[in-house]
């Protein structure tokens, strides 16, 4: 502190270029506390907005009696699960309606598959065609399940169109 | 001989008759701002009053050297603060009761429709005024010398405004709010993830899961009601505070500065008519100068109470008035979140339109790496730009290239967006405005 309030005999020390020893080791130590305290604070706020158990839906769902889904024929939107359902001549396949982009539902155009939000163009097959969809859409692998159901697993994926069809002929 | 032996005691009658002034001076700690004293005072013992200064200059005063952008920003946040704490009493954020709550304000609730209106066109006209606030500081040179990390601040005001728009037109649960999450946090989603992580953390911090639904909602309702209004809130304090720091709002040099003059005693004081204090100083604060000044402030500077309090009084009563004129239109609201199909075009508001175009090129490089060049890149420009010339002037002869690349930016972001609204229609494909598939958001 300068000797008398509001005058400008500033203290010998107060021009000190160099900061002493002690103060030195001082800051190290409080500055090491802080950063501990920050990455402590960090790493908890992150493994607390990171929850261990999440709300995801099932990756398998069923999609009815073989004997009803395979009867039908032709391509439907299954909304539930935003999935594209064909049917063609006593054979299935499920091709995902989720853009590969942003995350938006595509429908289906004569070219193929167009999405709403940015404009994403795919092909019959799912092939991305245009707009900014880095990827095609993908097949998901179907199956027959224990209870006889026809089921679908959407982790399993596949992009070859002839290889997706359940039953596979070949 | 008269000795003076203390104030006599007041009578009972005299303490009730004083009661009234005695009162009122318990509440305000000055007297009516009437006279150059009490007009410092009124500023700097007033809570609400003392982030002004006492004094400020003419220039600033001038409506076109701020235009009043700034204060109108500052009293549309006010709005929105008030009209959002109102909203708050009935919103439940729950994805099965937060679109009905918001359909039922239109019929079974007196003003719930004008407050949510309020609310809706003061976050538009806030995000509008923020950009023009931003030109104006830009094309006077504001943002130079002293001022650069206050420009810097303003970048990150600019960016919390448009994540509080962001999180506040999700809360309907309409079309709009869920595929704008949906997209949103995609984009985010694009953001390289940290190893070890199962799902990319940046989407599963804002989700609280792989997809949209009521974790996300209550995380956004979060977000919107009290993380980014304290944030910001507590920003516009520093923002303000910085002004006054750096020696008020930037301008030129007075052409003409009368020498300071000493005068032996001040006559607007009380203390001068103290028996025997000839000289009274108070040192109100330390100013560069070669001479002190006394009974004589800064020239060409007035006192805030009334000049800069009247400006601010009708810059706010310009932005209430524009607000409650556009409240007559009902704020949109579509129809409730369908998560298996979205509206066909999807469109953002006007606002994020131009993220909206560039995402359609590329969701990193328009969607993650372009906003973020843009931010960082607008911060950098009080570092980047070593003219020192134009400082409070608008449109400087010296800064033409400055102002041309500014303005080239600006005019591509205003052209993205005018595509995004006017020219883009199903599946975001080109349309002209006037054919008739044209679908307006």
């Known amino acids: 502190m300068p000797k008398y309030r509001n005058s400008l005999n500033i203290d010998s020390d107060d021009k000190d270029p ?6 030195f080791l001082a800051l190290m130590g409080v500055g090491a506390c802080l950063i501990g305290v920050a990455g402590m604070a960090n790493v908890s706020i992150l493994g607390y907005l990171y929850p261990n158990a999440m709300k995801i839906p099932p990756m398998v769902f069923s999609l009815g009696r073989p004997e009803e889904v395979l009867s039908r024929d032709g391509k439907l939107f299954y909304a539930p699960q935003k999935v594209f359902i064909e049917t063609r001549s006593g054979k299935v396949r499920v091709q995902t309606a989720i853009c590969t982009h942003l995350g938006c539902t595509v429908h289906m155009v004569p070219t193929g598959y167009a999405c709403p939000c940015h ?10 065609t245009g707009g900014p969809a880095p990827l095609p859409l993908v097949y998901y692998d179907v199956y027959k399940g224990a209870s006889g159901d026809i089921m679908v697993d959407k982790s399993k994926t596949t992009l070859d169109w002839d290889k997706a069809w359940y039953p596979q002929t070949a | 001989m008269a000795v003076f032996s203390g104030k006599p005691k007041e009578t009972w009658a005299e303490y009730l008759s004083n009661l009234p002034t005695l009162f009122v001076r318990s509440i305000f700690r000055h007297n009516y701002p009437n006279n150059d004293v009490d007009r410092s005072e009124v500023v700097f013992k007033n809570f609400f009053l003392h982030f002004h200064p006492v004094k400020c200059h003419k220039h600033s005063l001038d409506p076109f050297t701020t235009l009043g952008l700034g204060t109108m920003t500052a009293c549309l946040f006010l709005i929105l603060t008030i009209t959002g704490i109102i909203l708050m009493f009935y919103y439940i954020p729950t994805e099965d009761r937060a679109y009905t709550i ?5 019929d079974t609730t007196p003003f719930a429709q004008l407050y949510r209106n309020m609310h809706r066109w003061s976050a538009h006209l806030m995000v509008l005024f923020v950009f023009l606030h931003m030109a104006r500081v830009f094309y006077t040179g504001s943002y130079k010398g002293m001022r650069r990390f206050n420009w810097v601040i303003g970048v990150i005001l600019m960016f919390l405004t448009l994540l509080l728009s962001f999180t506040g037109y999700l809360l309907p649960w309409d079309q709009l709010a869920f595929w704008a999450i949906t997209v949103g946090t995609n984009i985010a989603g694009y953001v390289p993830n940290l190893p070890g992580f199962e799902y990319n953390v940046n989407k599963v911090m804002l989700l609280a899961s792989t997809n949209v639904g009521q974790d996300a909602l209550i995380r956004f309702y979060v977000l919107h009601v009290a993380f980014l209004p304290l944030l910001a809130g507590t920003l516009i304090g520093v923002h303000f505070w910085r002004i006054r720091k750096d020696g008020g709002l930037a301008r030129p040099p007075d052409k ?9 005693q001040r006559s607007d004081t009380r203390e001068s008519f103290a028996p025997g204090v000839k000289r009274t100083y108070g040192l109100m604060e330390l100013v560069r100068g070669t001479c002190p000044t006394v009974d004589k402030g800064p020239y060409n500077f007035v006192f805030t109470w009334p000049h800069l309090l009247r400006a ?3 810059a706010f009563l310009l932005v209430l008035v524009l607000v409650l004129g556009l409240s007559f239109i009902d704020a ?4 409730p979140a369908d998560p298996s199909k979205p509206t066909n075009p999807s469109k953002a508001p006007w606002y994020f339109l131009g993220l909206q175009e560039m995402v359609a090129y590329s969701a990193f490089w328009g969607g993650v790496a372009a906003p973020a060049g843009i931010i960082i890149g607008l911060m950098l420009i009080p570092y980047l730009d070593r003219n020192p010339h134009g400082e409070g002037i608008w449109f400087h002869r010296s800064r033409y ?11 591509w972001q205003g052209l993205l967006i005018i595509i995004g609204t006017y020219f883009r229609g199903a599946n975001w494909g080109w349309v002209w405005p006037w054919t008739e598939n044209f679908a307006r958001h």
């Open chain 1, 18 to 23: 160099k900061i002493s020893r002690r103060s």
């Open chain 1, 119 to 128: 404009g994403s163009t795919y092909d019959r097959h799912g092939k991305n």
């Open chain 2, 102 to 106: 918001m359909k039922d304000w239109q």
């Open chain 2, 256 to 264: 003409f500065r009368p020498d300071p003059y000493r005068v032996v």
């Open chain 2, 312 to 314: 601010e009084l009708v």
């Open chain 2, 332 to 335: 949109p609201l579509e129809e």
């Open chain 2, 401 to 411: 290239f400055a102002i041309f690349l500014f303005t080239a930016f600006m005019t």
